[in-house]
């Protein structure tokens, strides 16, 4: 199993571009979330879904969108890119939402706009 | 808002020496994971406590839930320049919907 992966590794953008980021996993799991990390503010919830056709906000939403048309794949959307939305970016899964199970991190897509 | 505390956010310890952390809530918690992010790495899943004052032991390191099931702890006897990393405690709160509440996360550097 190749577990969570992310594309791209790095990003630039430009004030105002789009783009999405790409998160696949190959593990079956029903739920799938982004995470921003930002230096001294820990893991910050954007989006999550909890299966297929189902997505709901997190702590962070605003200028991100998100869909979940089959299990495997769950990309995040950049809708105008702004300097604030610098950060690593993370999308994790696990097994399952309503009973806790641990959560797989990808590795990370490093985002820069400018 | 519901926060999962840990103070402070960087150690700094000697190799040998004994290091631990802890992460407080104000409110109780369903459970209480930990993981491990490596400079440049991703977060990678450590431990999962659920039972009030429940103690897990991985090698080296000793987590712990408190009774109350509002505090955790991270205790790593020994430390070693492997144990270079930032620790985060995640905790869920009851209730229908709650989700996984991240603390900030604590950097711990080991001097050889």
């Known amino acids: 199993n190749a577990g969570v992966t992310q594309t791209p590794k790095f990003q630039v953008l430009k004030t105002g571009q789009s783009m999405t980021l790409q998160c696949a996993q190959d593990m079956n799991h029903e739920y799938m979330s982004w995470y921003r990390q930002d230096p001294g503010m820990g893991l910050r919830l954007i989006h999550y879904s909890v299966g297929a056709g189902i997505t709901d906000q997190g702590e962070v939403p605003n200028g991100y969108n998100v869909s979940r048309s089959t299990t495997e794949d769950f990309p995040l959307r950049l809708l105008s890119a702004a300097p604030s939305q610098t950060s690593v970016y993370f999308c994790?899964?696990?097994?399952?939402?309503?009973?806790?199970?641990?959560?797989?991190f990808g590795p990370g897509t490093r985002l820069t706009v400018t | 808002g519901q926060q999962v505390m840990q103070i402070p956010q960087y150690q700094h310890v000697q190799e040998g020496e004994d290091f631990t952390t802890y992460c407080n809530s104000s409110t109780t918690l369903s459970n209480i994971q930990w993981y491990k992010q490596r400079p440049g790495g991703h977060p990678v899943f450590l431990i999962q406590l659920v039972k009030s004052g429940e103690v897990k032991k991985q090698k080296r390191l000793t987590f712990q839930f408190g009774e109350a099931k509002k505090n955790s702890s991270l205790h790593i006897t020994a430390t070693q320049t492997t144990d270079v990393g930032t620790y985060f405690c995640?905790?869920?709160?009851?209730?229908?919907?709650?989700?996984?509440?991240f603390g900030k996360g604590i950097t711990l550097s080991v001097r050889p």
């Open positions: 994790a899964s696990s097994y399952s939402y309503g009973t806790d199970y641990e959560q797989y």
């Open positions: 995640a905790g869920r709160y009851t209730g229908a919907n709650s989700k996984l509440t």
